[in-house]
């Protein structure tokens, strides 16, 4: 079992910063896949970003490659979301979320079994 808890949003105008921060609990955080994905309301989660337990193997979204990069301390039971250049259309609740295995496309929502509460990003331009 693997509880997430995200933290660092907030608002920041066009062309900022900020760092999100996903804390873990559970002894296979260390062993898991962790992602990001992000809502808007009235939409599907997208994903955001990916990466392997250890940290080495990451996959963006087109929309983010570039100006985000995913991270992770297993010594820390935890994973980041560095987000620099952000845009307006970068706006959205922000997710945190894990599963067990590293396969399928990684990318869609239902994969993951473990998810956080979500932190708000807003983006004004």
């Known amino acids: 079992q693997v509880q997430l808890v995200e933290s660092g949003g907030g608002s920041v105008q066009a062309g900022g910063s900020l760092r999100l921060s996903c804390a873990a609990s559970?002894?296979?955080?260390?062993?898991?896949?962790v992602a990001w994905f992000r809502q808007v309301p009235g939409k599907e989660r997208e994903f955001v970003a990916v990466?392997?337990?250890?940290?080495?193997?990451?996959t963006y979204s087109n929309s983010v490659k570039g100006r985000f990069t995913i991270s992770r301390d297993n010594a820390k039971n935890a994973a980041y979301l560095q987000m620099n250049s952000l845009k307006p259309e970068d706006t959205a609740v922000y997710y945190c979320?894990?599963?067990?295995?590293?396969?399928?496309?990684?990318?869609?929502?239902?994969?993951?079994?473990?998810w956080g509460q979500g932190t708000q990003v807003t983006v004004s331009s």
């Open positions: 979320a894990a599963r067990r295995s590293w396969s399928g496309t990684l990318t869609l929502s239902r994969e993951y079994d473990y």
């Open positions: 559970g002894r296979t955080f260390s062993s898991s896949t």
């Open positions: 990466t392997n337990w250890s940290g080495v193997v990451t």
